[in-house]
């Protein structure tokens, strides 16, 4: 087979491109698969920028579907390297006053940072 004759031609290596990209391979079909970035993983790629041991996320953040995901499910991506993580602060938001609101995992301890936006947060 010629290096450019492929069935398939799938931009991206995201979430979808991989997912596109695994489903036509296991179909028996050709696939080239393309990345601009030096890493596949697209929006969910994350790194160590800073410190050691601290993870940030590249793309965007907060896939709590993904690890429950009954496609990834089918897929060998522990086996790769895939971890997800499950912090015990997802993301949070510094405020000019030099305090911030976290997104935790607990529904009542998010909202009790909130002040006068509590109960509109837990409607």
Do not use: C, W
């Amino acid at each position: 087979m010629d290096k450019r004759d492929f069935d398939a031609v799938v931009v991206g290596s995201g979430p979808n491109g991989l997912a596109a990209a695994i489903t036509l391979q296991q179909a028996g079909l050709s696939v080239l698969l393309l990345e601009a970035k030096a890493t596949v993983g697209g929006g969910l790629r994350s790194a160590e920028l800073t410190l050691p041991g601290f993870v940030h996320d590249i793309g965007s953040a907060i896939h709590p579907l993904a690890a429950e995901s009954p496609y990834f499910k089918t897929l060998p991506l522990a086996a790769y390297g895939l971890r997800f993580l499950d912090p015990p602060v997802a993301a949070a938001h510094p405020f000019d006053s030099g305090r911030a609101a976290t997104l935790v995992t607990s529904l009542d301890e998010t909202a009790q940072q909130l002040g006068a936006d509590e109960a509109a947060y837990r409607r």
